[in-house]
């Protein structure tokens, strides 16, 4: 039987080096499911595995796009759904990590279906917000679809105008076409999620942007910055320091909002990845080989429930 092992939780709490310790073990590949990590112009803000960690363990979807390329979690989605068919006939077992919700739900549930709408709304939308600010598009989504509104990261703008895009083009709310019945998958998921307490957390990230930063950070932001409106680079670590470039912040003062912003994206990650019933829980510093031994127990009870 065909097993997933998804390993996910907030940023830079060890996900990367629980993946290559698990890789080893079931001899498979890992799939990255971080949804900045694809771009080959953003190794460092985005904490792209190390030189050593690749060649540990063969690496799918790290690096394999330009920012300058349209991809988007549709076509992620497709991608991975190949890759793994692929890789499941040479081992039943592999592993795929990321921080990215809704990356890793559209492999392990599906994407929702959404028909497709005049794009001048879009155009309309992000005029909208350019001239009066996100506030206002935040508002006119609580008007047409509250459900939504109170669900999903309002203050993403792509995320924000995607909803209200579907809102005004079809007359129904975004969420009318949330969870409706999606292609089956040919593997059983176990989905392994890593923890720590906040304070550990927040010093985690907060040491991560440190080193960042002495590793070339804004070198890799000032070389993007000609093309900071790509929506690739809507992305914290980036926006920042856009901001310190435009002359708007003191580079002390960018720094602190990367780390601050970080801190608020894992509290989101882990809001989204805590909706997951099913999901096991460790903490960060546990041994591996008890994760291993519960993922073992779990595929021995899925090979009895099948058989």
């Known amino acids: ?77 497709k991608d991975a759904i190949k890759k793994l068919n692929q890789l499941f006939t040479e081992n039943p077992t592999q592993i795929m990590v990321g921080g990215s919700g809704l990356y890793v739900d559209a492999v392990l549930r599906g994407l929702d279906y959404f028909p497709d709408v005049d794009p001048n709304i879009r155009k309309k939308l992000s005029k909208e917000l350019e001239e009066n600010g996100i506030e206002t598009l935040q508002e006119k989504l609580k008007e047409l679809d509250l459900k939504s509104y109170e669900k999903i990261a309002i203050d993403n703008p792509h995320r924000l105008i995607r909803a209200l895009e579907i809102c005004i083009g079809t007359n129904k709310p975004y969420s009318y076409f949330i969870n409706k019945e999606k292609e089956p998958r040919n593997f059983k998921s176990i989905k392994i999620g890593l923890i720590a307490d906040r304070e550990i957390i927040y010093d985690r990230i907060n040491r991560r942007v440190d080193i960042m930063i002495e590793n070339g950070l ?90």
């Open 218 to 307: 804004l070198e890799e932001a000032k070389a993007l910055f000609p093309h900071k409106d790509l929506n690739a680079l809507q992305t914290v670590g980036y926006r920042e320091l856009f901001e310190y470039f435009d002359g708007n912040w003191d580079l002390d003062f960018a720094i602190s909002e990367i780390k601050k912003n970080t801190r608020r994206f894992a509290k989101r990650q882990l809001t989204w990845f805590r909706r997951d019933t099913e999901t096991l829980w460790f903490d960060f510093k546990d041994d591996h080989k008890q994760i291993i031994n519960k993922i073992e127990d779990l595929q021995r009870e899925n090979l009895n429930s099948k058989s």
């Open 1 to 77: 039987m065909n097993t997933l092992i998804t390993i996910v939780g907030p940023t830079a709490i060890g996900k990367t080096a629980l993946s290559i310790k698990l890789a080893k073990y079931f001899n498979c590949d890992v799939l990255s499911c971080d949804s900045r990590q694809f771009y080959k112009e953003m190794a460092i803000g985005t904490a792209v595995p190390e030189p050593f960690e690749l060649e540990a363990a063969q690496h799918h979807f790290i690096q394999n796009r330009s920012v300058f390329e349209d991809y988007n979690v549709g076509s992620f989605e």
